[in-house]
């Protein structure tokens, strides 16, 4: 079955850093990608749209200066979140999906992001 | 806002059947029915979907009702690795269409 990958699975860092996640699809090649963020006991809340070789759709209040988005392949999608400060910490969560409309998306499993 | 309502939540027996219904009044005729799960600190995983036919794979069956506004996920034999947060989602089409989840319905498998 399809496979997304995400790294790193779990990072921890000090408020004001910038931090990026990768978002990879393994053995298709993904056309549009999808970031999502979910809090604590809360359910997923799509923050972009990323279709390779342009830029990304962010969802309405979502800052595009905050979450840089970068799809420079059909395999590849990676979310910088710059200068991250504790409000940041969440778990980030990427999908991916194929050429084809009846192909569902995959998910990968997770980035949580802890800022001190 | 999620265009689905599912229960918050649902308890099923080690072996039985879980049957997970979903409302989706205000589906359109181009928007298919997709399922997902997501188990504690996991990303959602994919189990079926459907647009208009019942469907069937090797993780659960799908039963769309013929006005397509309600839906029911079938896990044939729940075991307690299918505990976890299932969600019903309706979106134009897998690789361009947004997912938007709700609250989903947590499913507890007990022994």
């Known amino acids: 079955g399809a496979v997304v990958s995400q790294h790193p699975s779990r990072v921890i860092c000090k408020s004001g850093t910038s931090v990026k996640i990768e978002c990879r699809s393994l053995?298709?090649?993904?056309?549009?990608m999808f970031w999502y963020r979910q809090f604590p006991k809360q359910s997923l809340m799509l923050m972009a749209t990323?279709?390779?070789?342009?830029?990304?759709?962010?969802e309405q209040g979502v800052e595009k200066d905050k979450f840089l988005i970068n799809h420079a392949s059909l395999t590849l999608s990676t979310l910088t979140v710059t200068s991250a400060h504790p409000e940041d910490s969440s778990f980030y969560i990427c999908?991916?999906?194929?050429?084809?409309?009846?192909?569902?998306?995959?998910f990968g499993d997770g980035t949580r992001l802890s800022i001190l | 806002d999620a265009k689905t309502t599912q229960p918050t939540s649902m308890d099923c027996a080690e072996g039985r059947a879980a049957n997970l219904p979903c409302n989706h009044s205000?589906?359109?005729?181009?928007?298919?029915v997709y399922w997902y799960r997501q188990i504690h600190s996991q990303g959602p995983q994919y189990i079926i979907h459907?647009?208009?036919n019942n469907e069937t794979n090797e993780m659960a069956s799908l039963i769309i009702t013929e006005d397509r506004k309600s839906s029911t996920l079938i896990l044939p034999h729940a075991t307690l690795r299918d505990t976890a947060v299932y969600y019903c989602?309706?979106?134009?089409?897998?690789?361009?269409?947004?997912?938007?989840f709700g609250q989903g319905t947590t499913l507890q498998v007990k022994p």
């Open positions: 999908s991916a999906a194929g050429h084809y409309s009846n192909q569902p998306q995959h």
């Open positions: 053995d298709f090649q993904a056309t549009t």
């Open positions: 990323s279709n390779e070789g342009s830029k990304a759709t962010y």
């Open positions: 205000t589906i359109s005729g181009n928007e298919y």
């Open positions: 459907g647009l208009k």
């Open positions: 989602i309706v979106s134009t089409s897998g690789n361009t269409g947004k997912l938007i």
